[in-house]
């Protein structure tokens, strides 16, 4: 008791105002990342519906990365609107519909492309007002509440595949995909509803030219060029992955949809854990003593997923791996965040997302390239070389050092 009063101790005191903030965010994360884990699961049947190569595969998910790109825009919205945030991300959700709806729809793989990047932009339009928000509400647990929110995520990434992949199993992916534009448009207007009243107080804002002189300070900030380079790495890493995992587990393995959606569901769940905890580490100790070992470790594991047998192997490992494949993702961006003016947080965020995105947009090509030279399961040798590469960025790094030091930044 006495340690799990401990753990918890981060999130007393906080206030009914910011408890709803909170939770709000993070359930509307939970949807948001539904829609997103319906994307890998849907790969291989969209690949066998219209006979895609592996740099085919590969176009798909540039396609979704271009409209993550768009997080920089949506993020200096969020930051000259704040009374409007509700409304951005209950948008987010709404665009998550629009994308599965056209990909339902597609008669040819051409029109998958702009389906894949409104899921892209869905993507984009939450993420910054939402974790600005939290990094606003909560700065001194920054790190804690990205990780709750956090968990809202993994949630949605662990029962998605599961319900989804069971749905594939009875129903056509066309129909399945075509009924989320009734899902999305009901969970936007519940999440609008839900925050309308968050962001009425908005407090002093900084003018136009002192957020864009914030802006290039942060620019040329070497802790948010280097946090920024390795989540970039990091996220090729991730993405290469997603976009190929399902297909080695479905064609070289030969498991079925539900199956599939079992494994990925494996991948996401230890997160619901791990994130908090990762993150009170990450606040009490320090960014990069959570980082740079967590890097390493998940480029290691990333070796032996073609290794492992199918059964009780593969299913420790993808569960090992899920301690740290999302979780990361909340530490990163508090360390971003850490560095980033009250005015331009959640413009700090799209800064970050189109820096990482710029970087990560050739690797699903590559991997896709890849795939088809070497098989599937040499993309994850590729996706530890990144993680391995990441950790080299992280190294030379002076980031904030935890609450029971004094802080330290790079600049």
Do not use: C
């Amino acid at each position: 008791m006495i340690g799990l009063s401990r753990i918890l101790a981060p999130v007393r005191g906080l206030g009914r105002e910011r408890l709803s903030l909170l939770a709000s965010v993070t359930g509307g994360h939970a949807v948001i990342h539904w829609f997103q884990q319906i994307f890998p699961i849907m790969i291989p049947a969209i690949t066998d519906e219209f006979g895609l190569s592996g740099i085919q595969v590969g176009y798909v998910g540039a396609a979704r990365q271009v409209g993550n790109t768009l997080t920089l825009p949506s993020g200096i919205l969020a930051d000259s609107f704040v009374r409007h945030r509700a409304i951005m991300l209950g948008s987010a959700i709404a665009f998550m519909g629009v994308a599965y709806l056209l990909i339902g729809i597609a008669p040819s793989f051409i029109w998958i492309l702009p389906g894949a990047m409104f899921v892209g932009l869905g993507t984009a339009t939450w993420h910054p007002p939402a974790m600005a928000s939290l990094s606003s509400r909560f700065p001194d647990s920054r790190a804690t509440a990205l990780s709750i929110h956090g968990v809202g995520a993994t949630f949605g990434d662990t029962l998605t595949p599961l319900a989804v992949g069971g749905l594939l199993v009875i129903f056509h992916w066309r129909g399945v995909l075509q009924i989320q534009i009734v899902v999305a448009l009901v969970a936007a207007l519940l999440v609008w509803r839900s925050l309308a009243h968050q962001f009425s107080d908005t407090g002093p804002k900084p003018s136009r030219a002192e957020r864009f002189r914030d802006v290039k300070l942060l620019a040329r900030n070497p802790v948010f060029v280097g946090v920024s380079s390795a989540q970039g790495l990091m996220n090729m890493s991730r993405n290469t992955v997603l976009l190929f995992l399902p297909l080695y587990i479905q064609r070289d393995l030969g498991f079925n949809a539900f199956e599939l959606g079992l494994y990925i569901a494996l991948l996401h769940g230890m997160g619901i854990v791990s994130q908090p905890i990762l993150g009170i580490l990450s606040d009490r100790f320090g960014r990069k003593e959570v980082l740079l070992p967590s890097y390493l470790i998940l480029g290691g594991m990333y070796l032996l997923l073609s290794r492992a047998e199918p059964g009780w192997q593969l299913v420790v490992l993808v569960l090992a791996i899920g301690i740290f494949f999302y979780t990361l993702t909340n530490v990163t961006t508090a360390a971003v965040l850490d560095v980033a003016g009250t005015g331009i947080q959640a413009s700090s965020m799209g800064m970050t997302s189109l820096f990482t995105q710029a970087i990560s947009l050739p690797a699903p090509i590559f991997a896709g390239w890849l795939a088809g030279q070497a098989g599937y399961s040499a993309t994850f040798v590729l996706a530890a070389f990144f993680m391995f590469l990441g950790a080299a960025v992280l190294l030379p790094l002076r980031l904030y050092k935890g609450t029971h030091r004094t802080a330290r930044f790079s600049g």
